[in-house]
């Protein structure tokens, strides 16, 4: 009798152990909000210095830890599908289909536009050639001989560069002859800067925001101005020349939020949205969607005086 009347207390017990256990494992060590905890962003190889800049400053002002993943845009898109991230960086919104698809699994994407960037072709600084014609890229790309162009040079056969240039030359994959690949960015600017007779295919914003270790490429090399498909002027990928359309190859980013829930992907897409990050977008060379404002104080002098 003795025994049996302890086992109740003993069952009672382990009970409660096992509940602590079961809270213990379901409590979050560090709670997530739009502007506090830890979180990964997939983002498009050819857009990773701006964003690094953004991160930086939005780490600096709130208690946020973010981990760049810069992937092709192939591998960044796929990120949101297999689940391995939650928000990415793209240079094209979503399609039909990728909503479609999003919606079966009942998530509605945020998607906020944060700027304007352009595809540029850039060649070996010694090269005589400043100018180059859209309709001779997709020519050449469409596997047609074109004396003015010796070879393109991507960073990834799945990147947004090569995605765009085949859109426009309406082919689905890239020709074998004369068309050249490597793995980022960095490795095109290295190569054309090393090596004469070559067209690089990049996103401006390496060229306009280099990292220290890059600027000795990118001073070795110069951005083509490009004939778009109609008129006559030839244009430079440059801040004004975006912002009043006349370069051909501009191109809307975006951040495709999919977490579901107010994290950081909703906090950190309003922060590159707003002033701070309009701001630093505008610094870049790039085109911010928003003109930030700017104030003036008129000080009056003493000669205004009547």
């Given at each position: 009798?003795?025994?049996?009347?302890?086992?109740?207390y003993?069952?009672?017990?382990?009970?409660?152990?096992?509940?602590?256990?079961?809270?213990?494992?379901?409590?979050?060590?560090?709670?997530?909000?739009?502007?506090?905890?830890?979180?990964?962003?997939?983002?498009?190889?050819?857009?990773?210095?701006?964003?690094?800049?953004?991160?930086?400053?939005?780490?600096?002002?709130?208690?946020?830890?973010?981990?760049l993943?810069?992937?092709?845009?192939?591998?960044?898109?796929?990120?949101?599908?297999?689940?391995?991230?939650?928000?990415?960086?793209?240079?094209?919104?979503?399609?039909?289909?990728e909503?479609?698809?999003?919606?079966?699994?009942?998530?509605?994407?945020?998607?906020?536009?944060?700027?304007?960037?352009?595809?540029?072709?850039?060649?070996?600084?010694?090269?005589?050639?400043?100018?180059?014609?859209?309709?001779?890229?997709?020519?050449?790309?469409?596997?047609?001989?074109?004396?003015?162009i010796?070879?393109?040079?991507?960073?990834?056969?799945?990147?947004?560069?090569?995605?765009?240039?085949?859109?426009?030359?309406?082919?689905?994959?890239i020709?074998?002859k004369?068309?050249?690949?490597?793995?980022?960015?960095?490795?095109?600017?290295?190569?054309?800067?090393?090596?004469?007779g070559?067209?690089?295919?990049?996103?401006?914003?390496?060229?306009?925001?280099?990292?220290?270790?890059?600027?000795?490429?990118?001073?070795?090399?110069?951005?083509?101005?490009?004939?778009?498909?109609?008129?006559?002027?030839?244009?430079?990928?440059?801040?004004?020349?975006?912002?009043?359309?006349?370069?051909?190859?501009?191109?809307?980013?975006?951040?495709?939020?999919?977490?579901?829930?107010?994290?950081?992907?909703?906090?950190?897409?309003?922060f590159?949205?707003?002033?701070?990050?309009?701001?630093?977008?505008?610094?870049?060379?790039?085109?911010?969607?928003?003109?930030?404002?700017?104030?003036?104080?008129i000080v009056?002098?003493?000669?205004?005086?009547?």
């Amino acid at each position: 009798m003795k025994n049996s009347s302890k086992i109740p207390y003993f069952a009672f017990f382990l009970l409660l152990i096992f509940v602590y256990a079961c809270n213990q494992g379901n409590t979050p060590k560090k709670e997530e909000t739009i502007l506090k905890g830890s979180t990964s962003i997939f983002v498009d190889e050819t857009l990773t210095p701006i964003m690094e800049e953004q991160v930086a400053v939005f780490e600096n002002n709130y208690e946020a830890k973010i981990k760049l993943i810069s992937k092709s845009e192939s591998e960044t898109v796929n990120s949101l599908f297999n689940e391995k991230g939650a928000i990415a960086v793209l240079s094209r919104n979503l399609t039909t289909e990728e909503l479609k698809t999003f919606k079966q699994r009942k998530i509605n994407p945020k998607v906020t536009p944060f700027a304007i960037d352009a595809v540029a072709f850039i060649t070996n600084k010694s090269s005589k050639d400043s100018l180059i014609a859209l309709k001779d890229v997709i020519s050449f790309m469409q596997g047609k001989s074109i004396p003015s162009i010796k070879g393109l040079v991507f960073d990834n056969l799945n990147s947004s560069t090569a995605r765009y240039l085949n859109s426009l030359a309406g082919i689905k994959t890239i020709p074998e002859k004369g068309v050249f690949s490597f793995k980022t960015n960095e490795e095109v600017i290295k190569h054309v800067s090393e090596n004469d007779g070559m067209i690089g295919v990049v996103g401006v914003n390496w060229l306009s925001q280099p990292q220290p270790d890059m600027q000795k490429y990118v001073d070795n090399v110069s951005a083509l101005s490009v004939k778009g498909l109609t008129g006559n002027g030839y244009f430079l990928p440059s801040q004004n020349n975006i912002a009043e359309k006349k370069y051909p190859l501009a191109r809307d980013l975006y951040i495709i939020n999919c977490q579901g829930y107010s994290g950081l992907g909703m906090g950190f897409a309003s922060f590159v949205g707003g002033d701070v990050g309009q701001r630093i977008i505008l610094k870049s060379g790039l085109l911010p969607v928003r003109i930030p404002t700017r104030k003036f104080t008129i000080v009056k002098s003493q000669n205004d005086k009547k």
